[in-house]
């Protein structure tokens, strides 16, 4: 009789192990993904949607396994989470001894030390040398909400002032910070009340008009509208997310911010998507020397658990009174033990030099296909946070269209990218700063391929 090998295991095992390729075993999606995704029509809300349907499986380095076997290049991060990759071993090993310790006791009833060390490290790390305070959240939208509520408490003032093409998150208060109605607002109103929208510089699509004098056209619109007596908090995003990834000129968040300084009003940097040495920085804040008075954290804080926090200036973080912040699960002790080897990894592993890196790998490749293919009408962004705005190579404006034919196309090549923008028509580049040159070159070169035969 004669032994065969029995063939090897079919379930993969995540993280960095992973086979490091793309491989297509099906049609994307395959199979078992579309029986998925009928039973997820059936039985999930349709107000939640699904970008790219392929049921994962595994993930680690730069790439998703789904359901059906096929190996995906991840350009997307799970929208900058995973900046340390999906299932990096120090993010397992750390989660699976708090696992084995306890998983909540909520710290605002029984505290442990996590919590304290994730505040000591997110005071160390983010912009400025001043006194800091931290509180942790649960997600970038409830993060966003208590920067408001302690910026107002602190001021005894009430506007908030937000930015064109602005995102901040999908609750009432975050959606109202929101700029774009199609899908965040639309049938989702009343909004909340105090929020009003400044100008935006945004040097493709309003004349590449200096930063300054970008600036004081926003200030000016802010004194005559609400005036800086009534003004809590501006919140800005350094460099704008799901608005299109866009670069504000130099100047422009200086001027905000000397202006708020001088006017009493708290500057909110929601670096929720930028944030982590995801710009090549260990926030975007850094590039410009721009020191928030809250900045606002979550995505890449925790390799994939949900932990955000708010870190502050001491005396606007401390200005609540006890039991006015918080949550139950807010700084839960797993998110902050993946939290505390997340932090470590960025520094330890020089992370802002990998998005730097990157940075320079996407920023190449996608300026060397804007020279001769007129419809890429812009490349910006910084270190491994780049975007490519698709225009009507005649006209200049959005081509919403050719963006999801581009987008379809790769993900149908087995590469994952996000669009974004007000109009639709950019495609966003947010690799995990975990894959290797070989496979982001690969799947800039698919994404290339897709733009040319669309
Ligand atoms: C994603 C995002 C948010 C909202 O974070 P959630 O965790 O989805 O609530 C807020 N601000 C910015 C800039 C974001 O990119």
Redo the contacts with the bound molecule.
């Keep these: 009789m004669t032994l065969v090998a029995s063939p090897p295991t079919t379930v993969p095992v995540g993280g960095p192990s992973l086979p490091q390729e793309r491989r297509l075993v099906t049609s994307i999606p395959g199979p078992k993904s579309q029986a998925l995704q009928a039973r997820k029509t059936a039985a999930v809300s349709a107000g939640v949607g699904v970008t790219l349907p392929v049921y994962i499986v595994a993930g680690g380095g730069g790439v998703l396994v789904d359901i059906d076997g096929n190996s995906l290049i991840d350009l997307g991060s799970g929208?900058?989470v995973t900046g340390v990759g999906n299932s990096a071993p120090r993010v397992v090993e750390a989660v699976a001894a708090q696992l084995a310790q306890f998983t909540h006791t909520c710290f605002t009833v029984a505290p442990y030390d996590s919590y304290i060390e994730v505040a000591e490290t997110l005071n160390r790390i983010t912009p400025g040398e001043h006194a800091k305070r931290t509180a942790l959240f649960?997600?970038?939208?409830?993060?966003?909400e208590n920067a408001v509520k302690i910026a107002r408490h602190y001021t005894g003032r009430q506007a908030v002032v937000a930015f064109d093409h602005?995102?901040?998150?999908?609750?009432t208060l975050?959606m109202s910070l929101t700029a774009k109605n199609q899908p965040y607002k639309n049938g989702f109103g009343p909004f909340a009340a105090e929020v009003y929208r400044a100008p935006m510089s945004y040097p493709l699509r309003d004349g590449g008009l200096d930063g300054v004098v970008a600036a004081k056209r926003t200030i000016s619109q802010i004194e005559k509208q609400i005036g800086a007596e009534n003004l809590a908090a501006l919140i800005i995003?350094p460099i704008?997310?799901?608005g299109g990834f866009i670069v504000p000129a130099a100047g422009f968040l200086a001027t905000l911010l000397a202006w708020c300084r001088a006017n009493g009003v708290v500057f909110i940097a929601?670096?929720?998507?930028?944030g982590f040495a995801r710009t090549g920085a260990m926030f975007a804040c850094d590039h410009e020397d721009i020191v928030p008075d809250l900045i606002?954290m979550?995505?890449g804080i925790a390799g994939g658990l949900?932990l955000?926090a708010v870190t502050g200036r001491a005396e606007i973080m401390d200005a609540p009174q006890a039991g006015g912040i918080g949550g139950t699960y807010g700084g839960n002790p797993l998110a902050c033990a993946a939290a505390l080897a997340t932090l470590d990894t960025y520094e330890s592993e020089n992370l802002v030099q990998r998005a730097r890196e990157i940075g320079t790998i996407l920023t190449g490749r996608l300026n060397a296909i804007r020279a001769f293919d007129k419809r890429v009408g812009d490349v910006r962004g910084r270190g491994a946070m780049i975007a490519i705005e698709l225009v009507d190579s005649a006209t200049g404006e959005p081509d919403a269209a050719l963006t999801s034919r581009v987008a379809a196309a790769a993900h149908a090549q087995g590469v994952i990218v996000l669009t974004c923008g007000t109009y639709g028509n950019v495609i966003r580049f947010l690799p995990p700063l975990s894959i290797s040159d070989d496979l982001l070159v690969e799947g800039l070169q698919v994404v290339a391929h897709a733009l040319a035969n669309a």
């Design positions: 929208i900058a649960n997600s970038g939208a409830e993060a966003v602005a995102y901040h998150g999908r609750t975050t995003e704008q997310g799901e929601d670096e929720v998507q930028t606002v979550a995505k949900p955000s």
